[in-house]
């Protein structure tokens, strides 16, 4: 078993902050969480002073946040990172920075690590320019680059708690229009990604990575799995026409530096999603 390490979190109040400082508690490491403005050099400088290794979760999200306040999320996704990595190098600490599958544009083939970077979203541009400057000032930091995944706290605009809320307000019998119905993604909840973060940092890679399960699932079919786990069968999901993609990792350079990616058991996560839910 790795050795407990001192490791600064930011965003540690996130959906996938939380998760991860949780995971990081339960191997034995000790964390501390930043709770300052990333944007603050003098702030960061000074709580990165003490750490050996950093994880620089905070962002702005979600994607329509990103477009309604583009300048914000530029200073906070570009320049926070900046600023951390900055205080990072200053303190010789090491740094894994969690970026994300929004950097690539979607295609039909698993995604490597080397594919050809074309963000579709002003997210996942500010999340690659963010990498871009992370590895001019640390070059052998680690860039995680973690595909979809839900969580009972995500606010309602991400697809799983939006599917819920649609399915729980639903009448018995209903029909509900789908979008992107044959759109196909890499999809996991925060817990499982979370874990593979960790595997990861104590693995101590350095450069892009995916953190995926490298399988796809069509949103279709993770409509219907969520209405099983509500025990609503009675609903029919009605695709609506329109362009579908598919975002799906490959996972053959985890494998060959972390080790075999870990199964993932889709039904059960949703299972776990609506009793996490369902006591919130």
């Known amino acids: 078993m790795p050795d407990a390490m001192r490791i600064g979190l930011t965003g540690a109040s996130g959906t996938l902050g939380r998760r991860i400082h949780a995971e990081l508690e339960a191997r034995g490491h000790q964390v501390d969480a930043f709770a300052g403005d990333v944007t603050d050099s003098v702030a960061a400088t000074a709580w990165a002073s003490g750490q050996e ?12 946040d990103v ?6 999320a530029i200073a906070v996704n570009v320049g926070g990172s900046v600023t951390i990595a900055r205080a990072v190098a200053k303190a010789g600490a090491r740094m894994v920075q969690i970026s994300t599958s929004h950097v690539y544009r979607p295609s039909d083939e698993a995604l490597a690590e080397d594919t050809s970077r074309a963000p579709a979203s002003d ?56 979008h992107g119905a044959q759109s196909v993604r890499d999809i996991a909840d925060a817990a499982w990604l979370a874990a593979r973060v960790v595997d990861a940092l104590e693995a101590k890679v350095s450069g892009p990575l995916n953190i995926c399960t490298g399988s796809g699932v069509k949103i279709e079919t993770l409509a219907r799995k969520l209405s099983k786990a509500f025990g609503r069968s009675d609903i029919k999901f009605v ?3 329109g362009e579908a993609n598919t975002l799906v990792g490959d996972t053959a350079r985890y494998e060959g530096e972390v080790g075999t990616v870990a199964d993932f058991d889709l039904d059960a996560a949703l299972t776990r999603f609506m009793a996490e839910r369902g006591s919130a």
Request: no cysteine; hydrophobic share 55%.
């Open 53 to 64: 290794t950093v994880i620089h979760s905070a962002a702005m999200v979600p994607v329509g």
């Open 67 to 72: 477009v309604a306040d583009t300048a914000r």
């Open 123 to 178: 997210y996942g541009l500010t999340k690659l320019h963010a990498e871009h400057w992370v590895k001019r000032i640390l070059p052998d930091a680690a860039i995680l680059r973690l595909f979809s995944f839900f969580d009972s706290q995500q606010a309602a605009s991400y697809v799983v708690p939006a599917l819920a809320a649609r399915i729980e307000a639903a009448e018995f019998g209903a029909e509900l229009d789908l």
């Open 239 to 241: 695709p609506v026409e």
